[in-house]
């Protein structure tokens, strides 16, 4: 049974690292909300988006989730006219980062909600296994 308690806690562990990571992935989108190129013909900062992937821990045989990949958003720049900028092209139009706070936002609190859930599951395996351990005792 200890064993079993062991395996949720790690599957719970594997969940707030992978969430921890999507975390650190929205701050990064979130501070470059307002990063624009300095040079014409670059593009400004583009979101990233995390996706996660399942697997099996050869060890356990349980079924952990991990990062798979940090994309890029491809949806389109916005542009606002200011063609004293110096990444203007030749309308005056300067593209924007595809950075929308408020989704940013609701991300962030999807994350920090799953993480909790997860480490809920965590404490809880814990609090199982130490009982577990003072009845044996």
Do not use: C, W
């Amino acid at each position: 049974m200890a064993n079993d308690l062991t395996i949720s806690a790690d599957i719970s562990a594997s969940g707030m690292r992978a969430q921890a990571e999507r975390l650190k992935v929205i701050s990064q989108n979130m501070a470059n909300a307002d990063s624009l190129s300095s040079e014409k013909g670059q593009e400004p900062y583009r979101r990233q988006v995390v996706s996660f992937a399942n697997y099996i821990d050869e060890k356990t045989g349980a079924q952990k989730v991990k990062v798979d990949r940090i994309v890029k958003d491809m949806s389109p720049f916005e542009k606002k006219y200011d063609p004293n900028h110096p990444a203007a092209d030749a309308k005056g139009y300067v593209s924007l980062p595809n950075v929308n706070p408020l989704v940013e936002m609701m991300d962030m609190k999807e994350a920090q909600r799953v993480y909790e859930a997860n480490l809920n599951m965590l404490k809880t395996a814990r609090e199982m296994n130490n009982s577990t351990l003072d009845i044996l005792k």
